[in-house]
């Protein structure tokens, strides 16, 4: 496996990472600035725009409809990315991975179904925690793909952080526990867990997946994790009903929408949000190790639109 260079180049940012975004569907958008709201096919333009986003047909003439309602009398594009960012969840601006039981570390559970980056992800964040000063454990219960703990290890030592694996092929259940004591022990801050990728509509596999999430409520009672789905932008509209299909067998916090630099369709962020009720947590914009980054609505909105807010 090849990885990206050393933890200290510089992290990636979210301007550059919508960029294929805001040269797509949004350029569309851009241009309604200056039309006036009266006439009806800027509308019709601003609706195509969203469905090409990938907000899907529902939502965007959900959007162009609350749009049209705030009558803006010099740009129906103003209007409109009003009415995108009152899509996007509340969310506290102090939100951090941090513990909820004190003297316990914070437990990361992280979903989805294969190809869509978990490992790669579980690596940047812990990269990412390593930096600002925390202690991390990862547990490697994916246990099932070939050569997964063996890149999750890479991974481990590129941050510098502990990890705790069993025999290929192992309970992932017992993974986790013994990973859960381990954090304990060695006074740790996050715990980080890897799970296999699988299809939503595997009906066993989401059963151990819950397995799982019981195993944490035992070991750490009042623990409250936070479990993040990671989803691939490019996949669209698709990922849609694999999110809630493990958001019903799991309860997902949080969203991770990895590949957004590899999209032309950013969009999708505010039909997950809109969707699901839960936000969007981190977005990768590049392959580097740095390139994971918090998720801020306003920031996005401005990176996606190029442009001040209105």
Aim: hydrophobic share 45%; no cysteine.
């Amino acid at each position: 496996m090849t990885l990206d260079p050393p933890v200290d180049v510089p992290a990636g940012d979210l301007d550059s990472g919508l960029s294929r975004s805001r040269g797509g569907f949004m350029s569309r958008l851009r241009g309604l600035f200056g039309v006036s709201a009266v006439r009806e096919e800027a509308w019709e333009i601003a609706e195509e725009a969203l469905i090409g986003g990938d907000l899907g047909a529902s939502l965007a003439a959900r959007v162009v409809a609350s749009a049209r309602e705030i009558r803006d009398p010099e740009s129906p594009g103003a209007a409109v990315r009003t009415a995108l960012a009152g899509l996007l969840v509340p969310r506290d601006p102090d939100w951090d991975l941090r513990p909820t039981v004190p003297g316990h570390p914070i437990v990361v559970l992280v979903v989805g179904v294969n190809g869509t980056g978990k490992t790669t992800t579980i690596g940047k964040l812990a990269i990412r925690e390593s930096l600002a000063g925390r202690r991390v454990v990862l547990a490697a219960a994916d246990t099932f793909r070939a050569a997964a703990s063996e890149q999750l290890r890479i991974w481990a030592d590129r941050a510098g952080v502990d990890m705790v694996a069993h025999a290929p092929g192992a309970d992932p259940g017992a993974v986790v526990f013994d990973a859960l004591d381990a954090g304990v022990a060695r006074g740790a801050d996050i715990v980080i867990i890897d799970t296999a990728g699988r299809l939503h509509t595997k009906q066993n596999l989401m059963d151990e997946l819950a397995k799982i999430r019981r195993i944490v409520d035992r070991r750490l009672p009042g623990a409250q994790p936070e479990t993040l789905f990671v989803l691939d932008a490019t996949t669209g509209q698709n990922g849609l009903a694999q999110a809630a299909a493990f958001h019903q067998a799991v309860g997902l916090t949080g969203i991770v929408l990895t590949k957004l630099d590899s999209s032309a369709r950013g969009g999708i962020v505010f039909a997950i949000e809109d969707h699901l009720k839960i936000p969007v947590r981190y977005v990768g914009v590049g392959e580097g190790s740095r390139d994971l980054l918090p998720f801020d609505p306003g920031a996005f909105i401005t990176a996606l639109y190029g442009t001040p807010g209105p």
